[in-house]
Protein backbone atom coordinates (compact mmCIF):
# COMPACT_ATOMS: atom_id res chain seq x y z
CA UNK A 1 0.00 0.00 0.00
CA UNK A 2 1.02 3.37 -0.86
CA UNK A 3 2.41 5.85 1.84
CA UNK A 4 -0.12 8.47 1.28
CA UNK A 5 -3.33 5.67 1.76
CA UNK A 6 -1.31 4.13 4.77
CA UNK A 7 -1.34 7.74 6.53
CA UNK A 8 -4.55 8.49 5.46
CA UNK A 9 -6.26 5.40 6.84
CA UNK A 10 -4.01 5.48 9.72
CA UNK A 11 -5.58 9.61 10.32
CA UNK A 12 -9.02 7.74 10.06
CA UNK A 13 -8.56 4.90 12.50
CA UNK A 14 -7.49 7.70 14.67
CA UNK A 15 -10.20 10.23 14.28
CA UNK A 16 -12.75 7.21 14.42
CA UNK A 17 -11.05 6.27 18.22
CA UNK A 18 -11.12 10.51 18.98
CA UNK A 19 -14.89 10.36 18.38
CA UNK A 20 -15.77 7.32 20.01
CA UNK A 21 -13.78 8.18 23.05
CA UNK A 22 -14.84 11.46 23.47
CA UNK A 23 -18.66 10.83 22.57
CA UNK A 24 -18.43 8.19 24.97
CA UNK A 25 -16.65 10.25 27.55
CA UNK A 26 -18.69 13.26 27.29
CA UNK A 27 -22.37 11.03 27.51
CA UNK A 28 -21.31 9.46 30.59
CA UNK A 29 -20.68 12.75 32.05
CA UNK A 30 -23.78 14.29 30.94
CA UNK A 31 -26.06 11.71 32.96
CA UNK A 32 -22.61 11.11 35.74
CA UNK A 33 -25.56 10.20 38.22
CA UNK A 34 -26.92 7.42 36.16
CA UNK A 35 -23.73 6.15 34.89
CA UNK A 36 -22.52 5.74 38.26
CA UNK A 37 -25.87 4.28 39.34
CA UNK A 38 -25.99 1.69 36.00
CA UNK A 39 -21.89 0.88 37.47
CA UNK A 40 -23.16 0.43 40.70
CA UNK A 41 -25.63 -2.19 39.67
CA UNK A 42 -22.86 -4.52 37.91
CA UNK A 43 -22.18 -7.24 39.46
CA UNK A 44 -18.13 -6.96 38.52
CA UNK A 45 -17.97 -3.20 38.85
CA UNK A 46 -20.22 -2.44 42.52
CA UNK A 47 -17.28 -2.23 44.82
CA UNK A 48 -15.75 0.16 42.13
CA UNK A 49 -18.47 2.14 40.81
CA UNK A 50 -17.83 5.87 41.83
CA UNK A 51 -13.90 5.17 41.11
CA UNK A 52 -14.60 3.80 37.78
CA UNK A 53 -17.45 6.38 37.11
CA UNK A 54 -14.77 9.42 37.23
CA UNK A 55 -11.63 7.14 35.85
CA UNK A 56 -13.70 5.72 32.55
CA UNK A 57 -14.66 9.35 30.83
CA UNK A 58 -10.98 10.82 31.80
CA UNK A 59 -9.07 7.81 30.24
CA UNK A 60 -11.14 7.93 27.20
CA UNK A 61 -10.25 11.58 27.26
CA UNK A 62 -7.01 11.48 27.66
CA UNK A 63 -6.11 8.40 25.07
CA UNK A 64 -7.83 11.13 22.49
CA UNK A 65 -5.14 13.38 23.37
CA UNK A 66 -2.91 10.70 22.89
CA UNK A 67 -4.40 10.32 19.43
CA UNK A 68 -4.04 13.34 18.20
CA UNK A 69 -0.87 14.73 19.16
CA UNK A 70 1.50 12.72 16.79
CA UNK A 71 4.62 12.38 19.01
CA UNK A 72 2.03 9.78 21.36
CA UNK A 73 -0.12 8.39 18.69
CA UNK A 74 1.30 4.89 18.84
CA UNK A 75 1.07 4.83 22.53
CA UNK A 76 -2.55 5.67 21.70
CA UNK A 77 -3.30 3.39 19.77
CA UNK A 78 -1.95 0.60 22.14
CA UNK A 79 -3.91 2.30 24.66
CA UNK A 80 -6.95 2.38 22.82
CA UNK A 81 -6.75 -1.13 21.77
CA UNK A 82 -5.99 -1.87 25.58
CA UNK A 83 -9.03 -0.50 26.86
CA UNK A 84 -11.47 -1.92 23.92
CA UNK A 85 -9.92 -5.11 24.97
CA UNK A 86 -10.75 -4.90 28.31
CA UNK A 87 -14.42 -3.17 27.26
CA UNK A 88 -14.75 -6.63 25.15
CA UNK A 89 -13.42 -8.98 28.11
CA UNK A 90 -16.49 -6.98 30.35
CA UNK A 91 -19.42 -7.73 28.19
CA UNK A 92 -18.20 -10.81 27.12
CA UNK A 93 -17.88 -11.81 31.85
CA UNK A 94 -21.17 -10.34 32.08
CA UNK A 95 -23.10 -12.06 29.72
CA UNK A 96 -21.70 -15.36 30.48
CA UNK A 97 -21.53 -15.11 33.95
CA UNK A 98 -24.45 -12.36 35.36
CA UNK A 99 -28.15 -12.74 35.48
CA UNK A 100 -28.11 -8.89 35.54
CA UNK A 101 -27.02 -7.25 32.32
CA UNK A 102 -26.85 -3.35 32.86
CA UNK A 103 -25.48 -1.01 30.24
CA UNK A 104 -23.52 2.03 30.93
CA UNK A 105 -22.42 3.17 27.72
CA UNK A 106 -24.58 6.26 27.32
CA UNK A 107 -25.54 7.70 24.22
CA UNK A 108 -26.35 5.81 21.11
CA UNK A 109 -24.43 2.80 22.13
CA UNK A 110 -26.23 2.45 24.60
CA UNK A 111 -29.39 1.23 21.97
CA UNK A 112 -27.24 -1.85 20.95
CA UNK A 113 -28.01 -5.03 22.05
CA UNK A 114 -25.28 -6.97 23.43
CA UNK A 115 -24.31 -8.96 20.39
CA UNK A 116 -24.08 -5.67 18.10
CA UNK A 117 -22.22 -4.32 21.30
CA UNK A 118 -19.55 -7.18 20.99
CA UNK A 119 -19.47 -6.93 17.62
CA UNK A 120 -18.37 -3.40 17.19
CA UNK A 121 -16.19 -3.56 20.08
CA UNK A 122 -14.57 -6.19 18.02
CA UNK A 123 -14.16 -3.75 15.04
CA UNK A 124 -13.03 -1.05 17.41
CA UNK A 125 -10.50 -3.60 18.36
CA UNK A 126 -9.39 -4.62 15.08
CA UNK A 127 -8.77 -1.10 13.88
CA UNK A 128 -6.67 -0.32 17.06
CA UNK A 129 -4.21 -3.40 15.64
CA UNK A 130 -4.65 -2.20 11.68
CA UNK A 131 -3.40 1.41 13.55
CA UNK A 132 -0.73 0.03 15.06
CA UNK A 133 0.44 -2.21 12.02
CA UNK A 134 0.21 1.36 10.29
CA UNK A 135 2.18 2.83 11.88
CA UNK A 136 5.09 0.44 11.79
CA UNK A 137 8.42 0.72 13.30
CA UNK A 138 8.30 4.59 14.31
CA UNK A 139 9.45 4.86 17.52
CA UNK A 140 6.66 5.96 20.40
CA UNK A 141 8.26 9.02 21.43
CA UNK A 142 9.41 10.59 18.35
CA UNK A 143 7.13 11.89 15.73
CA UNK A 144 6.55 10.33 12.41
CA UNK A 145 8.86 11.69 10.05
CA UNK A 146 6.24 13.51 7.92
CA UNK A 147 5.87 15.94 10.74
CA UNK A 148 9.38 16.28 11.97
CA UNK A 149 10.74 19.51 10.46
CA UNK A 150 14.67 20.80 9.37
Known sequence: MKSTYKQILLEIICMLFILLFVYAAVSKLLVFDEFKIQLGQ????????????WTVPFIEIVFSLMLVIPKFRLLGLYASF?????F????????????????????????????????FNMAYVALA??????????????????????
Open 82 to 86: TLMVM
Open 129 to 150: VIGILLMGDQNIYTAPKKYVTA
Open 42 to 53: SPVLTAYAGWVA
Open 88 to 119: TAYIVIILNFSDHIPCSCGGILEQLGWTEHLI
